[in-house]
């Protein structure tokens, strides 16, 4: 009796078996079963029509797969649908209840002299959202402060002034903490020289400023640039000879070694004093791109200055490039975040080209600094989307601080769109809130930003959800990460 002809399996190696030549099909070693019939010949027009059947049967699985797993999404669309405005009016009411952390602000009262190492020149120019004439501030302040009136005469502005006057006599050194609670931040970073009672540690983190090791010479050059210079130069040596006193040194150490001991020794106690990450706001003074000298290099260049002279731009520019890697490998050994200054900033003769955040590229990329975590301050705006890139590296973040109130939440919201459709566990929100008068302090600044940062990165996820990207439950995730949980895990205590 002759046996019966053994079934075989449907469609073995599919993938391999339609890329294969006709002529390289070996039936016997693989055999196709099409409806339980066993193909036993090699002919041409049988191997067509098994081929029409395959393809047949995958496109109907494909649709069932389609029509049936609630996991498939259509492909994504180039614009948002109709219903972008329906999914933002749900998404902004939740991302409105996260309670956000702030990655870099300047909190402090209008005549604290530690708010930062330096100052604006006060005929600098102000970018519209900033002037006296936006009437965002009006609703800050009716939000904050019940402010009755619809303008900021003089005199209105006097009662401001004297509400917040009253408010901080009631609260003391609950005042800030309560301002927090108002707009909806849980935990603030402070930028700061130093940190005043009157910010709770519990609320606001200290993040400390290092650029004043890198000007220990004579700046008396390098303030002949432009005014700015010559007006925030004499404020880091100030802060260098402050530091120099806090470690009992009458004068530089007497050698370059021991020079980075003095430097190491303000670090860690301003770690032990509660800093959770340094500063560095150097691209006010010079580019972003650091060179790898060697040691010996900066130790000569120590010591011809060290009592005097005046460096050459060449040499205080060789010498800071190893000061600041140096700085970098302390910070990784200290488990302490480095924040940079990389965007446009105050005063008229801020240099944006010079200090481009690209300069950085070959420090993130550099393999020997993996185990320092970088926060790029202010996105490198207006070069952000060129910045979004460089978070590639795991150990680099993007926050969006100083754009939330430069530019409007339309602007702000493109920019998030960006980022969020590359690297959205990479960026952070930031308020860099500053009291630029009494009137229109750090308060108002924390309401602004964060206002402007819910409303963006609303639009943004909408239209990214409208577009068929991400579900509304992965929007709210990503809203979450920025506003919140990205920062958090940055500053988290180290184990």
């Known amino acids: 009796m002759a046996s019966k002809p053994k079934r075989r399996r449907i469609f073995p190696n599919v993938g391999a078996r339609l890329a294969a030549p006709s002529g390289d099909l070996n039936v016997k070693s693989t055999p196709w079963d099409v409806c339980g019939l066993e193909l036993q010949q090699q002919s041409s027009a049988c191997l067509q029509l098994c081929r029409h059947h395959l393809a047949m049967a995958t496109f109907a699985a494909l649709a069932i797969l389609t029509v049936s797993s609630p996991c498939v999404r259509a492909q994504a669309h180039p614009l948002p649908g109709p219903d972008v405005r329906e999914i933002y009016n749900r998404l902004l009411p939740e991302i409105e209840q996260i309670r956000a952390f702030d990655n870099h602000g300047h909190p402090g009262y209008a005549n604290d002299p530690e708010v930062d190492a330096m100052e604006i020149p006060s005929d600098s120019s102000a970018p519209l959202r900033l002037r006296d004439e936006n009437t965002e501030i009006l609703d800050a302040v009716k939000f904050l402060f019940n402010y009755p009136y619809a303008d900021f005469s003089p005199d209105h502005q006097r009662w401001l002034v004297d509400q917040k006057a009253a408010a901080k006599a009631k609260l003391g050194a609950s005042y800030f903490s309560h301002i927090l609670d108002q707009v909806g931040i849980e935990t603030a970073i402070a930028n700061r020289v130093s940190m005043p009672p009157y910010l709770d540690p519990a609320r606001f983190r200290w993040v400390f400023f290092v650029d004043n090791f890198l000007f220990p010479f004579d700046t008396q050059q390098l303030e002949s640039r432009n005014p700015d210079q010559k007006l925030n130069l004499p404020l880091e040596r100030k802060l260098l000879a402050r530091n120099l006193r806090q470690a009992h040194l009458e004068n530089l150490p007497s050698d370059f070694h021991d020079y980075l001991k003095f430097v190491t020794g303000i670090v860690e106690a301003d770690k032990a004093n509660g800093g959770v990450g340094i500063k560095f706001e150097i691209a006010y003074f010079r580019s972003l791109h650091f060179d790898d000298p060697e040691e010996s290099r900066a130790s000569a260049i120590y010591a011809k200055y060290r009592q005097s002279g005046i460096p050459t731009f060449a040499e205080y520019h060789d010498f800071q490039d190893y000061v600041f890697r140096y700085l970098l490998r302390e910070a990784a050994r200290l488990h302490l975040p480095v924040q940079i200054h990389t965007s446009v900033g105050g005063g008229d003769f801020y240099m944006i080209e010079e200090s481009s955040?690209?300069?950085?590229?070959?420090?993130?990329?550099?393999?020997?600094?993996?185990?320092?975590?970088?926060?790029?301050?202010?996105?490198?705006?207006?070069?952000?989307?060129?910045?979004?890139?460089?978070?590639?590296?795991?150990?680099?973040?993007?926050?969006?601080?100083?754009?939330?109130?430069?530019?409007?939440?339309?602007?702000?919201?493109?920019?998030?769109?960006?980022?969020?459709?590359?690297?959205?566990?990479?960026?952070?929100?930031?308020?860099?809130?500053?009291?630029?008068?009494?009137?229109?302090?750090?308060?108002?600044?924390?309401?602004?930003?964060?206002?402007?940062?819910?409303?963006?990165?609303?639009?943004?996820?909408?239209?990214?959800?409208?577009?068929?990207?991400?579900?509304?439950a992965q929007a709210l995730q990503m809203a979450r990460a920025y506003l919140h949980d990205t920062a958090a895990k940055i500053y988290a205590p180290a184990h």
């Open 357 to 472: 955040v690209m300069g950085l590229e070959n420090i993130l990329r550099d393999p020997r600094y993996e185990n320092v975590t970088f926060v790029l301050l202010h996105g490198g705006y207006p070069h952000q989307s060129e910045a979004i890139w460089l978070t590639a590296r795991k150990n680099v973040y993007l926050d969006s601080s100083l754009m939330g109130i430069f530019v409007y939440p339309a602007e702000l919201h493109r920019t998030l769109k960006q980022w969020l459709e590359l690297f959205p566990d990479k960026i952070v929100f930031g308020s860099d809130t500053f009291p630029l008068s009494e009137a229109n302090g750090a308060e108002e600044g924390y309401w602004l930003a964060l206002k402007s940062a819910r409303l963006a990165v609303a639009a943004a996820l909408a239209e990214m959800v409208s577009e068929k990207e991400i579900t509304e």
